[in-house]
């Protein structure tokens, strides 16, 4: 039974290994988020849902929009298919409304919301917390820049994320305040190691 759905952008270095009960859904700037969803749902087969989806992309980081500045912020979206995800269409994932219990965000400062980016483009918090409503699934993202390395160095080894970097926080569908957790209910390296719950 496939219980897990990566979903990882080729703009990021490294790959994904076949393990049981994970689908593999790779990207690129060619692909549109239609055609993601469309991918989504067909990996799903005969099943409800998934239990977690695992987003592997560089996120729109490394400055504050407002201060301009280059620092440790981001919040600007994620690099995934030729759109992006953004702000203005953020939206379109009701798309897979319904089809995946955890959004597992692993993307620089995809979370990150600097002092006076609130309702701006770079509102992190904003487009996470709109991610879990349009997807009705818990949404986790940090708000730092996240360190990752490839298995054995090579280009197309699989991903090793460590710990999360600055705060994780969760985003829940019901359009709630975020609140800070420690880790993901399942997380990639646990389906990697074959632990997941």
């Not at 989806?53 to 979206?77: P, W």
């Not at 996470?128 to 349009?134: F, Q, S, T």
């Not at 490839?150 to 999360?164: C, I, S, Y």
């Amino acid at each position: 039974m496939t219980r897990y759905v990566a979903v990882r952008d080729r703009r990021l270095q490294g790959g994904v290994p076949k393990r049981g009960g994970l689908s593999i859904i790779n990207t690129s700037a060619n692909t549109t988020l239609s055609s993601l969803f469309g991918q989504v749902r067909s990996a799903l087969g005969s099943h409800e849902r998934f239990d977690a989806m695992f987003i592997l992309c560089h996120g729109y980081a490394g400055r504050n929009l407002r201060a301009a500045v280059s620092m440790d912020a981001g919040g600007e979206g994620l690099q995934l298919c030729a759109e992006g995800v953004l702000h203005s269409n953020v939206a379109r994932w009701t798309a897979i409304a319904g089809k995946v219990n955890h959004i597992v965000v692993y993307s620089c400062a995809a979370g990150n919301t600097e002092r006076g980016n609130e309702g701006s483009t770079a509102d992190g918090r904003y487009l996470m917390g709109a991610l879990a409503i349009h997807t009705e699934a818990n949404v986790y993202a940090a708000d730092r820049i996240q360190w990752y390395q490839t298995h054995g160095g090579l280009a197309n080894g699989r991903f090793e994320f460590g710990d999360w970097e600055g705060n994780l926080w969760r985003f829940p569908p019901s359009g709630e305040p975020p609140t800070m957790v420690s880790r993901a209910p399942v997380e990639f390296a646990d389906v990697m190691a074959g632990t997941a719950p």
